[in-house]
């Protein structure tokens, strides 16, 4: 049984900086491809980074390039997403997910296999 669970969020000031973490524990994968989500009130989840095994692929959407960095610690089996210069419209829910027998540049939100419960992060001032 995989489990992700998920920590780090919280309600941070326009500007702010969190640091979200992801622990994958379970089943032992191999090639696996492990992604952050978030949605929003009233929107439809979008993928928000994602990261290949070992670490050679990274993902980001355009709206977060250039602030949002994923990272992981495979000795911790765990998958970080260091935020910065956040703002209001990073107010969501933060998931992150799990698939494996896909390259993961060609993964779909459909091909995650399993995922945590989520953390809240919420920025206003």
């Known amino acids: 049984q995989v489990q992700l669970v998920e920590s780090g969020g919280g309600s941070v000031q326009p500007g702010g900086s969190l640091r979200l973490s992801c622990v994958l524990s379970g089943a032992i994968i191999n090639n696996k491809c492990i992604g952050w989500f978030r949605q929003a009130p009233g929107k439809e989840r979008e993928g928000v980074a994602r990261?290949?095994?070992?670490?050679?692929?990274?993902y980001y959407a355009d709206s977060v390039k250039g602030r949002f960095t994923i990272s992981q610690d495979q000795a911790k089996n765990t998958v970080y997403l260091q935020m910065v210069t956040l703002s209001p419209e990073d107010t969501a829910m933060y998931y992150c997910?799990?698939?494996?027998?896909?390259?993961?540049?060609?993964?779909?939100?459909?091909?995650?296999?399993?995922w945590g419960q989520g953390t809240q992060v919420t920025v206003s001032s």
């Open positions: 990261i290949d095994d070992d670490s050679t692929y990274t």
């Open positions: 997910a799990v698939t494996w027998g896909r390259y993961c540049d060609r993964v779909a939100q459909s091909d995650f296999r399993h």
